[in-house]
């Protein structure tokens, strides 16, 4: 893997970000089996808005805020837990390959990622319930893993008022090949819009609505 340094949630970083995430990749493969998503084209278009710098991010939504707003309080927690530190990181990009990239929540160790979620009490509540990792997270999580090539993640889930989930995701060799494939399609998708679209090199020309900018046909 080859590190960028930058900080994330900066504009660097957002300019690094105008290519396939792994925190995307639920857009490109199914969660839950791996198979091409039928929300691929949509984010291929997103992908290209981007790198025409014509694209809008809505604003984030309430838990969104949350988690980044506590996000450094859950990583203490997960080094008070298990004894482990977290080397923050910026972008992420695989060798031999700018095409695609990811954002982790830091590295641990020589070995090892932590991706963190602070969602809403009665979501924690959930996974504790039911025990196992939530499998909409399984794109994202072995999307980086594919990329950095580290052998396990842990992923951390944080409320400052409930007991933390924890449970640790090793590589999935076949699902992994399967984000490889769905990849390469989408990049063909992607070159074959922006073949198609391209940003206007001119200023739009304004017509105006003043009554003085109108012929009538009568005239």
């Known amino acids: 893997m080859r590190i960028i340094d930058c900080q994330q949630q900066t504009e660097e970083w957002e300019r690094w970000r105008a290519r396939p995430t792994a925190s995307d990749f639920d857009k490109i493969v199914t969660p839950?089996?791996?198979d091409y998503s039928k929300s691929a084209s949509a984010y291929a278009a997103k992908i290209v808005a981007k790198r025409l710098a014509v694209y809008f991010e809505p604003p984030p939504s309430f838990w969104m805020e949350w988690g980044n707003e506590?996000?450094?309080n859950a990583k203490a927690a997960y080094t008070a837990q298990t004894g482990r530190e977290i080397t923050d990181v910026g972008f992420v990009l695989p060798?031999?390959?700018d095409a695609y990239g990811c954002s982790p929540d830091g590295l641990v160790g020589h070995d090892g990622l932590v991706e963190i979620k602070c969602p809403a009490p009665e979501t924690l509540i959930?996974?504790?319930a039911a025990g196992v990792f939530p499998v909409?997270?399984?794109p994202q999580?072995?999307?980086q893993l594919l990329i950095t090539g580290r052998a396990w993640c842990d992923f951390f889930v944080f409320h400052p008022e409930l007991t933390p989930f924890l449970v640790r995701i090793e590589p999935d060799e076949r699902?992994?090949?399967k984000i490889a494939k769905g990849l390469l399609t989408l990049l063909q998708q992607i070159e074959s819009i922006e073949k198609k679209v391209q940003r206007m090199r001119h200023p739009l020309v304004s017509l105006g609505t003043t009554q003085d900018n109108v012929r009538f046909?009568?005239?």
């Open 141 to 143: 999580v072995q999307g």
């Open 136 to 138: 909409q997270y399984k």
């Open 217 to 219: 046909s009568n005239e």
């Open 32 to 34: 839950a089996r791996g």
């Open 126 to 128: 959930a996974y504790h």
């Open 95 to 97: 060798d031999g390959t």
């Open 70 to 72: 506590h996000e450094p």
């Open 175 to 177: 699902y992994m090949a």
